[in-house]
């Protein structure tokens, strides 16, 4: 690429000693300095030192000057050349030096710092920690650069040697950065738009050719082997990425990559210290399995041979999926996709596995070398056999011994292979390649903001678009766009339609140029906006494509044609003596929607007629179609939000899209897409203002990540925090029968939240142990004497499954795991009166729940594995009990915290 732009610039050097003319010029940088163009929009014009020419722009030189700045100008063509040249007799270091500037413009690795260490065979980027450590940096590349040191030897000696693999000329250095926490690395995958991989918490970054990996400063989220584990990985799709000279960007994606990095991340460490293949993972077989015994599953989940190799990347499931659903005649709605996606990612890792032992091994290295060549092979020759089906039951039988040995009690149905190996594979690779991305990808798979683009419009909406183009001015885009439609298009009456199009389209950009060489000409002024803004500048020249600029406020030097308004410019020509038909500067009225065509257009010749005729038929409607796939597109390249005002803005930016356009079929099939890309947005809103703006309840940190939520219930919207749910209707059938057995009713009114009847209020975020909550309670007149039952329960570390820990009025303690209770009861019962306020605490300190009442211990139990989870108030009374007030203090549970988000985000969003 250097030497491509450095023979412009020797062309350059060659030309530049003999000065434009003999007198006084007004200098010209672009005129004057041979190459100057090329080196402003190369990628490294930053290293030219090009202010002092800027600073020379438009005044008057003699020809003697003329010729210093030149000579100054090829010396400093001649510096850089040699800066770039002695760069890229390095590979790495080139590598290392464009990487970092790529990093300064990332839209998250321009906002850290990153600190470089030159490891063995390794380039780590450690970012600095909030706490400043100087020795940071060097032990976490240390004990990184000791977990990486064997695989790059293993790969070495058994893969890139044997196989004659060859590196990129792009890949010149293998690159780990390692961000400084899990929030860090949350917010890298967010904004670059990361794709997850299974079993690993790295990242492989195919645009920047580099790992991702994460430190853990807060303890044991990852055992030492999922460290081990996940950086690993990531160094295993860089080896591979460093030597696909197909393309790289299927590296992190493809059943065969994944897999092998899996296989590569799980080797381990034999006496020598080299690397040896590891049984078949434990986990990941028994999940696998489970999948096959399921007679459901097995039929849409697990995939033959065929069938994997026709799904090339889990890109591709959905639409398989979706291919499969309608050939059995199966509903799309209920389409398990996220389990598909699983099982596909399980089945990846476990064939390379087991294509990496006798008697494959061989064999499917030469087909991974093919790969990675570009000069792919077929798999028959990996199988040895062209009968997929004796593959299938080939894999299938080593997976089922496989898993007797891990589980040897465990009951297993072999008839499950046969049922396997003998269904219809659904392998119609075009047509999963032509429906990859249509459908909602599970909540892991890979989703970009790309993704609402129109990229499959038939041809009315492309006729659409391309009026759109034209109505932006973009006249050289839009006139391809026609040609191309004008070869796929057969049906008279549109093509007639889209061949007047081109000619007005042909007119327009006729007459836009008359009337730019008439300024040009005349010094007359060009009016146009940029950025929002008004410009307004003299016209100096105009080659046809680039107009030079005047002095002006704005300070432009020029403005492409291309990116004037056509309807402002149409506005401006007035009587400009211009050779054209009257209606060809009226065509962007009509194009803008402006109705002022109606009296404008003259119909009496058969082009002006044509136009007025079009323009009150079917514009309209091809323009707002234009307008919202326009829209789409821009909304497609937007960068995810780094602040909550962006992130705000961006969201109404797609409500009032949806309200303009959300009648369109076009939008409604992008609907879903741009609701992902709201909720994208909002949750930058959320990690930068954080969890307070999910509740209406007060929120205060107290220590380190401790937080306590104060509820006085003098406000009604408090009650939010507490939705109801259908939870533990079976208790409700424990208890005494209710006199009056109607849904519970809860309000808050007087400084009290209070309810009667039966029901669940479970709180919306979670919390983990250590934690308490701390109320007040007490309980009124029922309805009628005859009324006599009352319970009220507070919970805690609830799963969701009916596992919990609650305290029963002001006496008992129950916990349950797995369904199983333990209970303390109140040998000793005091009256407990109406109307009398009873202070309460139930408190977890890790291991044992206690329950308080007026700060005195009533009871205790051990918590078993409830040590996180939901709080929730659960009623059952005739009598109405009021809370009159609450506090919750603990950690916030992170995966509950999520799950909050998530619904807090779909509910902000929940009209699109």
Known sequence: ???????????????????????????????????????????????????????????????????????????????????????????????????????????????????????????????????????????????????????????????????????????????????????????????????WHYRSQSYYDHKLRIGVLMEDPFAAKRTPVQVLQSTRHALAHLLLGAHDRATSKRVQQSWLFEGTADYLAALRVDETGNLQRRDTPAEVLRLLVATTQDPAKRLSHYLLVEELLATPTYSHVASRLDLAARKRG????????????????????????????APYRERFLRYLAAELAGEPIAFTEVAGTADAAEFDRAFLLHLYGQYREAFPAAPLDDGAIAAIVAREAVADEAAIAEGAGKVVAPAEAPWTPARVAVSDADTPTRFAAVLDAARRGRTAAANASLGELLDAVSEPKLRERIERERGRLAAWNELRTAYLEHLAATGGELRFQRDGKNVRAPVESFDGERVQLGRNRAKLDAVLAEELDPHALATRMGKADLDAPAWVRIYPYVLAGDAKWKRLLDDSDEDGAALKADAAGDYPDRLKVGAAVGELAELSEVEIPATPAAGNALVERIRGFLHEFGDLAVVEAKRDDLRRLAIRALEVVFDVEGAPQLVKGKMEHVRGETVKLTYEFDD??????????????????????????????????????????????????????????????????????????????????????????????????????????????????????????????????????????DGKLQQSLPCGARKRGGVFLFLHSDFPVSIHRMEIEGKLNEELLAEAREAWAAELVSDF
């Open 330 to 357: 199966d509903p799309l709605d209920k389409i398990d996709y996220s389990g598909a996606y699983y099982t596909y990612v399980r089945q990846s890792a476990l064939l390379a596995h087991f294509l990496h032992g």
């Open 1 to 195: 690429m250097i030497a491509r732009v450095l023979l412009v610039f020797a062309a350059a050097l060659g030309a530049a000693g003999t000065p434009a003319a003999q007198s006084d010029v007004r200098f010209d940088k672009r005129a004057h300095l041979d190459g100057y163009e090329e080196v402003f929009f190369s990628e490294w014009s930053d290293l030219y030192r090009t202010a002092e020419f800027d600073a020379l722009e438009g005044k008057r030189v003699s020809a003697e000057e003329l010729r210093a700045i030149q000579t100054k100008w090829v010396n400093e063509v001649a510096r850089v050349r040699a800066f770039l040249e002695g760069l890229e007799a390095d590979p790495r270091e080139f590598f290392l030096f464009r990487l970092e500037r790529r990093f300064a413009k990332h839209g998250y690795f321009s906002r850290i710092t990153l600190e470089r260490v030159d490891g063995d065979g390794v380039v780590f980027y450690v970012q600095k920690p909030a706490k400043d450590d100087p020795a940071y940096k060097a032990r976490v590349a240390k004990e990184r650069g000791t977990m990486v040191a064997p695989l790059l030897r293993h790969f070495e000696e058994e893969y890139a040697r044997p196989l004659g693999l060859e590196r990129r000329e792009d890949h010149g250095a293998y690159v780990l950065v390692v961000l400084a926490s899990q929030g860090d690395m949350q917010n890298y995958a967010r904004i670059a738009s990361a794709s």
């Open 716 to 853: 009604p919207e408090e009650l939010e925090d507490f939705p109801e749910v259908d939870y533990l209707q079976g208790r409700h059938e424990v208890f005494a029968p209710l006199q009056d057995p109607k849904p519970s009713e809860c309000n808050v009114r007087g400084g009290k939240l209070i309810g009667v009847g039966r029901g669940c209020y479970r709180h919306v975020l979670g919390f983990e142990a250590p934690m308490s909550v701390r109320y007040s309670m007490s309980f009124g007149k029922p309805a009628s004497d005859d009324m006599s039952i009352w319970f009220f329960m507070v919970a805690i570390c609830d799963d969701g499954n009916e596992s919990f820990a609650w305290a029963i009025n002001r006496f008992d303690l129950e916990v349950v795991n797995d369904r199983v209770s333990e209970a303390a009861f109140a040998e000793e019962r005091d009256v407990m009166y109406q109307n009398s306020v009873y202070k309460m605490e139930l408190r977890h300190d890790g291991e044992t729940i206690s329950m308080y009442y």
